[in-house]
T-cell receptor
Framework: AQSVTQLDSQVPVFEEAPVELRCNYS??????LFWYVQYPNQGLQLLLK??????LVESINGFEAEFNKSQTSFHLRKPSVHISDTAEYFC???????????????FGTGTLLAVQP | DTGVSQDPRHKITKRGQNVTFRCDPI?????LYWYRQTLGQGPEFLTY????????KSRLLSDRFSAERPKGSFSTLEIQRTEQGDSAMYLC???????????FGPGTRLLVL
């Protein structure tokens, strides 16, 4: 079984400041890792994912996350945030689908990124 | 590619009534998932279909819940004898392969009075 912990329920930050949203996971098997974003009154959208290969993954809008196997973490970072980044961010894990496993997503409780002018 | 669609977007019902939600996945996506999201929480897995076969059900899915995916296309989620605790956002997602992204629909928000 897998679980995800997002310790920060809310992260207030000023525009153009850097931000880090923390995510730790536990699992007895190898996993895929994801960050999804939910803008106000919109559905969940994939921000970035780690499947294999380079442990640093990037999104098209300047976010990046690094898979750290030893620390079982997948923290999300952005060097300079914008007002438009205000949203709820969910970290998620899934199994790799071997042996009939389903790839169901296990989500954390979310972190509200509140960007202030 | 028109994305995952869900219908209705909102549903208000009285306790004890039955409700049914529909999900239309992205065409050719053979994997379909249902999740439930309550206020302040992340989505929680309910059930999974590969084509028309329901391969996994969460313990969250009580006997009052049933899901189908006839012919491996759209899916329905029915809740019988609704309870106030069923109030939540019900999300559907689909994907093409185990390594591929799960794309989410806009959700159906259920309020049980």
């Amino acid at each position: 079984a897998q679980s995800v912990t997002q310790l920060d329920s809310q992260v207030p930050v000023f525009e153009e400041a850097p931000v880090e949203l923390r995510c730790n996971y536990s699992s007895s098997v190898s996993v895929y890792l994801f960050w999804y974003v939910q803008y106000p009154n919109q559905g969940l959208q994939l921000l970035l994912k780690y499947l294999s290969g380079s442990t640093l993954v990037e999104s098209i809008n300047g976010f990046e996350a690094e898979f750290n196997k030893s620390q079982t973490s997948f923290h999300l970072r952005k060097p300079s945030v914008h007002i438009s980044d205000t949203a709820e961010y969910f970290c998620a894990v899934s199994d790799r689908g071997y042996g009939g496993a389903t790839n169901k997503l296990i989500f954390g409780t979310g972190t509200l990124l509140a960007v202030q002018p | 590619d028109t994305g995952v669609s869900q219908d209705p977007r909102h549903k208000i019902t009285k306790r004890g009534q039955n409700v049914t939600f529909r999900c239309d996945p992205i065409s050719e996506h053979n994997r379909l998932y249902w999740y439930r999201q309550t206020l302040g929480q992340g989505p929680e897995f309910l059930t999974y279909f590969q084509n028309e076969a329901q391969l996994e059900k969460s313990r969250l899915l009580s006997d009052r819940f049933s899901a189908e995916r006839p012919k491996g296309s759209f899916s329905t989620l029915e809740i019988q004898r609704t309870e106030q605790g069923d109030s939540a956002m019900y999300l559907c997602a689909s994907s093409l392969d185990r390594r591929e992204t799960q794309y989410f629909g806009p959700g159906t928000r259920l309020l049980v009075l």
